[in-house]
């Protein structure tokens, strides 16, 4: 059940960010339209385009923010025990899951930490948006 919901969250998390990267295929164009006549210089499409991905990738976080720290209490503690589970039943030594037991909790670590987190969660939307236009 963990990994049918796991992978409903992430499948949830790229489809919202593929679909808001849309806007900056419609932002720029409609721009183009309503201001540009019809057309619309490389500069003024990538600053547009940016604009655009900038404030989707703030929502994106705030977003992720408020389900983090409200509605997924525990995430990180599951999410480990998860991973050592699955590295127990795969046979693997008590050296490598030791190693992924101590990466996890650096990880844990950087993710209790909002602004962080936060800057963790931009990097995920971010270059693929940037890289639209």
């Not at 806007?23 to 500069?43: D, H, K, P, T």
């Not at 604009?51 to 989707?56: A, E, F, R, V």
Request: hydrophobic share 45%; proline share 3%; net charge positive.
């Amino acid at each position: 059940m963990n990994r049918l919901l796991g992978g409903a969250y992430e499948n949830l998390g790229y489809t919202i960010i593929i679909l808001s990267f849309l806007l900056v295929f419609f932002g720029i164009r409609s721009y183009r339209e309503s201001r540009g006549g019809g057309q619309i210089s490389f500069s003024k499409a990538f600053a547009v385009g940016i604009s655009i991905t900038l404030i989707s990738c703030v929502c994106y976080v705030v977003t992720w923010e408020i389900l983090f720290f409200h509605f997924l209490p525990g995430f990180m503690d599951k999410y480990s025990a998860y991973v050592v589970q699955k590295l127990t039943a795969s046979g693997a030594s008590s050296a490598v899951i030791q190693e992924q037991v101590e990466q996890l909790r650096k990880n844990k670590e950087l993710y209790d930490n909002p602004l962080l987190n936060a800057a963790m969660t931009f990097l995920e939307p971010f270059p693929i948006g940037s890289s639209l236009r």
